[in-house]
């Protein structure tokens, strides 16, 4: 089984750096853009099938990476991105921040003291629904010779490497926050996953 996960195309949101989590927020014109041109470079891929989340952005994100293909396109709710509560919409770079909690920086630079938001969902979390999503993917047997999208978000992605690395929560973003359309290959040997390659950009 290989697995490529792609974090979706970019929305408004993203350009101001609003917290979008579960806010179901579309991707604009570039965003649209960026994932045709990965669906150009991937178009020698041979997908069997895509998994998305539910969420509108990464849905259209698959879509568009789909192209043409005849494949089956999959919604699952664990590779949703992580809530942030009552803080979605709120700006978190420096020039506007406007977030209650001054420490709420802590998320994207020492995740192991970030406090989740009032009505937010615990980084714990994410990692369970992801890890879960990632061990049912192993353990089904009609999938261990497919080719596999999963059209998924920033923080949701990080937790399915996360798991993989098996790194501990102060590790939580490796190597960073990845691109819009960002594509990471996952390949599954002897019943592990192993990280073949991270946050590639094909535009």
Do not use: P, R, T, Y
């Given at each position: 089984m290989k697995l490529y996960m792609i974090r979706h195309g970019e929305t408004n949101w993203n350009t101001v750096k609003r917290l979008q989590g579960a806010t179901d927020i579309p991707l604009?014109?570039?965003?649209?853009?960026?994932a045709r041109a990965t669906c150009e470079g991937m178009k020698d891929i041979p997908l069997d099938m895509i998994f998305t989340s539910p969420l509108k952005r990464a849905y259209r994100t698959a879509e568009l990476v789909k192209g043409e293909r005849d494949i089956p396109l999959i919604v699952d709710e664990r590779i949703r991105e992580i809530c942030f509560g009552d803080y979605e919409g709120l700006v978190s770079k420096s020039e506007g921040y406007n977030i209650p909690d001054p420490d709420f920086k802590f998320f994207f630079t020492q995740t192991d003291c970030y406090k989740t938001p009032p009505n937010g969902e615990p980084i714990e979390s994410l990692l369970k629904r992801t890890g879960d999503f990632l061990q049912e993917l192993k353990t089904k047997e009609d999938l261990q010779d497919k080719t596999i999208l999963i059209s998924s978000h920033g923080a949701a992605v990080r937790a399915l490497?996360?798991?993989?690395?098996?790194?501990?929560?102060?590790?939580?973003?490796?190597k960073g926050v990845h691109k819009n359309c960002g594509?990471?290959?996952?390949?599954?040997?002897?019943?592990e996953y192993q990280i073949l390659w991270e946050n590639k950009i094909y535009y």
């Open positions: 604009n014109e570039n965003g649209e853009a960026l490497l996360s798991n993989i690395e098996k790194c501990d929560v102060a590790h939580f973003w490796g594509v990471s290959c996952v390949e599954l040997v002897d019943g």
